[in-house]
């Protein structure tokens, strides 16, 4: 099985941790969900595999989730995951699925455990922090 990565190359997070996989030596699956958008099935299969609920991967910031009311905690799950099939943009980034599991990685750095190896370091996250030093060691 193969690495998945639910990827929206306009988000730094996620641009860091397809490098990060590239660069363990692994070509994932990149699915830019902005451009295809999300299954009802999809993102219920995700969540369940990531231990999430669509409130908790609701994305808060830089996306439209107050203008629509769904900040507010009467919100049903149910309207979360209607909402954010309209606007996938709703939807944290990235998911990514691999052999060891599935993860929303934010931070970046979670996706270290998803790997078989660990890159060569030194690695660093969006912001410039060190997560693997020189001899490819965790940081941290």
Same mark, same amino acid.
């Given at each position: 099985?193969?690495?998945?990565?639910?990827?929206?190359?306009?988000?730094?997070?996620?641009?860091?941790?397809?490098?990060?996989?590239?660069?363990?030596?692994?070509? *994932?699956?990149?699915?830019?969900?902005?451009?295809?958008?999300?299954?009802?099935?999809?993102?219920?299969?995700?969540?369940?595999?990531?231990? !999430?609920? *669509?409130?908790?991967?609701?994305?808060?910031?830089?996306?439209?989730?107050?203008?629509?009311g769904l900040m507010d905690e009467s919100v049903s799950e149910e309207a979360i995951l209607?909402?954010? !099939?309209?606007?996938?943009?709703?939807?944290?980034? *990235?998911?990514?699925?691999? *052999?060891?599991?599935?993860?929303?990685?934010?931070?970046?750095?979670?996706?270290?455990?998803?790997?078989?190896?660990?890159?060569?370091g030194p690695l660093y996250k969006e912001d410039g922090e060190m997560i693997l030093n020189?001899r490819g060691e965790r940081v941290g």
């Amino acid at each position: 099985m193969s690495i998945v990565i639910h990827h929206n190359p306009d988000c730094g997070t996620s641009r860091n941790v397809l490098d990060i996989i590239r660069k363990s030596g692994t070509e *994932p699956v990149v699915i830019e969900y902005m451009q295809t958008g999300w299954t009802r099935q999809q993102l219920l299969a995700l969540f369940a595999a990531a231990d !999430l609920t *669509p409130r908790q991967a609701l994305r808060t910031s830089k996306s439209p989730a107050a203008e629509l009311g769904l900040m507010d905690e009467s919100v049903s799950e149910e309207a979360i995951l209607a909402a954010m !099939l309209l606007h996938p943009v709703l939807v944290n980034r *990235p998911l990514v699925c691999s *052999p060891k599991g599935t993860r929303l990685c934010r931070p970046s750095e979670l996706v270290l455990d998803l790997l078989e190896r660990l890159p060569p370091g030194p690695l660093y996250k969006e912001d410039g922090e060190m997560i693997l030093n020189e001899r490819g060691e965790r940081v941290g």
